[in-house]
């Protein structure tokens, strides 16, 4: 009987915002170590996909550790470095047992530190210059599609696969195909390489949605390409995280090839036409709030969705800010909800009984561009937990916390027929069971606030009415020009003519 192949598992995940005020630290992390990654089997997360593949082709996975923080401000560099020696120390202690034959890497893309704009690409750097490794060790992984990736993550990968849906329903499909790329090496296949190519466009998340275009072209254009030349085994479409400013923030294209580099950049280079032919569709158009909630309140059906993107919890914004709440109660509107993260309020409530009535400071305390805290007198409804398991599988949540969800203890009130529910982490709305959960029923609702991009999708689309996209404050704003890049490459559109 031939010896299993042994395969090394890590993974660091973090999607950076380093406009925001503030550090995260190691403290912020969720931090999974040896056989505690084996248990993911089955969560829905990108290293539940790779345990899948990894069963079926009877590898021995070496589990080390996996960190992961929510979308935040700049990583702290000391949480890299205890990653790193972490995961150094496990690829030393894997070695002495034996050689590896691959290593797996759950990875997001856009991790910057105050002392490191690409972590991924000095991860992988760190991993080839140690002994053991080399080379020629296959080191494989998946990866968001928000990636800023740069030339370092493609000379010392073997072959990283991005998700190719926004909202990210393929994150788990994703890490199968990485896993399933990895498991053609491990067969015989000729080791591949990846090329990337970096175009001088940046959109926000906003305009990265791949039923639309841009990206529905240059996703169709990928799949074009792998179809085209069986020796490119994948084709990544990169929507870039432009609330990174970092050298090569934005839309990048990047394969990994088995071919001649000569056909490989042939095809990135048609993907590149496509984006810059298509780049002013990326800037997506949004409401006036009070022009779109007057025509959401002369309207009977519902609910309507109110996409706030300056307040996007998926892209590192705290979760706070108080227009939207503040614009329905100016219009007076009622069965309408809005969800804010507010640990402070929740905990003011900490001996408030339900039917009871309270004043709470409500939001704007995180946030700079926000007016600040809403003071309302408001009504108890309930007290929970904040605990609840994702209605879809297939969730763009789940990609990196697996379908368990913890919001932290959270509050339901209600003011002048305004429900909001207060919740002390915050947390992405991209799952109906986050209302539910909180006995909060989204399809009997006239307007709902949302604080997203495009992630909601998924799950408001299928109940909404409609929805309006606003443009107000907050740190994840549409209007890429109101941020004050200093490391970002240029020229590049629409900052610049070009």
């Given at each position: 009987m031939p010896t299993p192949p042994r395969v090394l598992l890590a993974g660091i995940f973090h999607e950076t915002h380093t406009f925001v005020q503030g550090t995260t630290p190691l403290t912020d992390f969720t931090i999974r170590r040896g056989d505690a990654l084996l248990q993911r089997a089955g969560d829905g997360s990108m290293v539940d996909g790779f345990l899948e593949v990894a069963k079926s082709e009877g590898w021995n996975v070496v589990p080390v550790c996996d960190y992961l923080a929510a979308p935040s401000a700049t990583m702290e560099h000391a949480a890299f470095e205890t990653f790193w020696s972490e995961l150094e120390t496990g690829v030393k202690r894997a070695l002495k047992d034996g050689p590896l034959d691959a290593i797996w890497l759950a990875l997001h893309g856009a991790g910057v530190t105050d002392a490191c704009q690409d972590i991924e690409g000095e991860l992988l750097g760190r991993l080839r210059a140690m002994d053991g490794i080399g080379s020629d060790m296959p080191i494989f992984g998946a990866f968001d599609l928000h990636a800023n990736f740069t030339e370092a993550m493609s000379r010392h990968a073997t072959a990283l696969v991005g998700y190719r849906e926004n909202p990210h329903i393929d994150a788990r499909d994703t890490a199968v195909?990485?896993?399933?790329?990895?498991?053609?090496?491990?067969?015989?296949?000729?080791?591949?390489?990846?090329?990337?190519?970096?175009?001088?466009?940046?959109?926000?998340?906003?305009?990265?949605?791949?039923?639309?275009?841009?990206?529905?072209?240059?996703?169709?254009?990928?799949?074009?390409?792998?179809?085209?030349?069986?020796?490119?085994?994948?084709?990544?479409?990169?929507?870039?995280?432009?609330?990174?400013?970092?050298?090569?923030?934005?839309?990048?294209?990047?394969l990994v090839t088995t071919g001649n580099d000569t056909a490989a950049q042939a095809a990135l280079d048609s993907l590149a036409e496509i984006a810059i032919r298509l780049r002013d569709k990326g800037q997506p158009a949004e409401w006036a709030l009070d022009d779109a909630l007057s025509e959401i309140k002369a309207k009977t059906d519902g609910p309507w969705i109110i996409i706030e993107p300056a307040d996007n919890i998926g892209g590192g914004a705290a979760g706070d800010c108080t227009t939207v709440l503040r614009g329905l109660l100016r219009h007076g509107m009622t069965n309408a909800a809005v969800i804010i993260a507010d640990p402070e309020s929740v905990a003011a409530l900490k001996d408030v009984c339900p039917g009871d009535t309270a004043q709470l400071k409500i939001g704007g305390k995180r946030t700079p561009q926000d007016p600040g805290p809403l003071d309302l007198t408001v009504t108890l409804i309930r007290k929970s937990d904040g605990n609840f398991d994702l209605e879809d599988r297939n969730s763009h949540m789940v990609a990196s916390l697996g379908v368990h969800i913890k919001m932290g203890p959270c509050a339901v009130v209600e003011t002048a027929g305004v429900t909001i529910l207060l919740t002390s982490k915050k947390t992405a709305p991209a799952d109906l069971g986050q209302l539910r959960s909180q006995g909060i029923i989204p399809e009997s609702l006239s307007a709902i606030g949302v604080k997203g991009a495009v992630a909601h999708r998924r799950a408001y689309d299928p109940i909404a009415a409609g929805s309006y996209i606003v443009d107000t404050p907050g740190p994840c704003a549409s209007d890429l020009s109101t941020l004050p890049y200093k490391n970002l490459r240029r020229p590049i559109h629409p900052l610049d003519p070009t």
């Open positions: 195909r990485a896993a399933q790329l990895l498991a053609r090496t491990l067969s015989g296949a000729p080791m591949p390489h990846m090329l990337s190519l970096r175009v001088p466009v940046i959109w926000p998340p906003t305009g990265t949605g791949t039923a639309v275009s841009p990206m529905r072209d240059l996703e169709l254009r990928a799949r074009e390409i792998e179809t085209e030349n069986p020796d490119i085994w994948a084709v990544n479409v990169i929507g870039g995280f432009s609330f990174s400013d970092v050298h090569d923030a934005g839309v990048a294209f990047s």
